[in-house]
């Protein structure tokens, strides 16, 4: 069985930084696609970022040159480096992953099978 735990969350003043970090279980850590998505009260889930089986990375543009998204394959943890924090990017964090062959929305929800119940961070002024 897949499981995905967040941790990492808390809360920062605006221009800080956090590294949120997913603990990923189940099967062979190599084989799966990751994400990192996150979810405002009242709004759509967005995504945030995304470690691809093969190894190309993706970035929302909301957060590209702030966050980096890593894992380690030893650990079997994916990784969110958070710099630079706005206001706007207060929200729930979660980790996603699949194991589906010829995915290639890494930016929409539904491409995704597995879900962590993610951590909250909260930016304030």
């Known amino acids: 069985q897949v499981q995905l735990v967040e941790s990492g969350g808390g809360v920062v003043q605006a221009g800080g930084s956090l590294r949120l970090s997913c603990a990923v279980s189940?099967?062979?850590?190599?084989?799966?696609?990751l994400g990192w998505f996150r979810q405002a009260p009242g709004k759509e889930r967005e995504f945030v970022a995304a470690?691809?089986?093969?190894?190309?990375?993706y970035y929302a543009d909301s957060v590209k040159g702030r966050f980096t998204v890593s894992k380690d394959n030893v650990k079997n943890m994916l990784y969110l480096e958070m710099n630079t924090l706005r206001l706007e990017d207060t929200a729930a964090y979660l980790c996603?992953?699949?194991?589906?062959?010829?995915?290639?929305?890494?930016?929409?929800?539904?491409?995704?099978?597995?879900w962590g119940r993610g951590t909250q961070v909260t930016v304030s002024s």
């Open positions: 996603a992953a699949t194991r589906r062959f010829g995915i290639t929305g890494y930016y929409i929800p539904d491409s995704y099978d597995y």
């Open positions: 189940g099967s062979p850590f190599s084989m799966y696609h």
């Open positions: 470690f691809w089986r093969g190894g190309n990375l």
